[in-house]
């Protein structure tokens, strides 16, 4: 009798080793050395040492973190990113989990937000952040930049080449930030 018969009506599903398209999509993200960082913490959260982490150790890692989650958003954060149904977080999801924290983060700056730091940036109130203007932004952080630095952070963001920066490739340029 072939496979295909003996599993007709069968609702169990077999995934195949490797990465889904989240945690591929979730490493792409991410560089080599954050994907080292962030092994590094999960090692440290898996507390018993089981390859995963569990509802308890995910609370443990949140209010470590100073959160104070309860049972069931413990249970939905693990039901969200637990693509093999385990009941737990291996590796792979934990980056899933990592990177869509991230993203809630970076969206956590909304364009009104970024318009105000543009009108800062903008200190002549031209429309525009020329390179003196950045230069300024970064002498005022303590930032050291050269002139190369300043350079290609201005041809970066200067997306038409008119020597300046406006709102519109500013935001372009912060969303590379984040």
């Known amino acids: 009798m072939p496979l295909?018969?003996?599993t007709t009506g069968c609702s169990m599903?077999?995934?195949?080793?490797?990465?889904?398209d989240q945690q591929a999509e979730a490493r792409s993200y991410l560089s080599e050395e954050m994907i080292a960082e962030f092994k590094a913490a999960f090692d440290m959260f898996d507390?018993?040492?089981g390859g995963d982490i569990s509802v308890k150790e995910l609370g443990t890692?949140?209010?470590m973190l100073g959160q104070t989650p309860t049972k069931e958003e413990l249970d939905a954060i693990i039901e969200e990113v637990d693509e093999d149904g385990s009941g737990t977080i291996d590796f792979e999801e934990f980056l899933v989990m990592m990177v869509r924290q991230m993203k809630e983060d970076a969206k956590g700056k909304s364009e009104e937000e970024l318009a105000e730091c543009f009108r800062i940036f903008d200190r002549?109130?031209?429309?525009?952040?020329d390179a003196e203007e950045l230069a300024e932004i970064f002498r005022a952080s303590?930032?050291?930049v050269t002139d190369e630095e300043l350079?290609?952070?201005m041809k970066d963001g200067d997306k038409n080449n008119d020597g300046r920066i406006d709102f519109d490739e500013f935001l372009?340029?912060?969303e590379g930030v984040q």
């Open 124 to 129: 002549n109130a031209d429309g525009y952040i």
């Open 13 to 20: 599903s077999v995934r195949a080793p490797g990465p889904t």
């Open 61 to 63: 890692v949140m209010r």
């Open 4 to 6: 295909s018969e003996l």
């Open 172 to 174: 372009k340029m912060m």
């Open 151 to 153: 350079e290609s952070l």
């Open 47 to 49: 507390a018993d040492g």
């Open 142 to 144: 303590g930032e050291h």
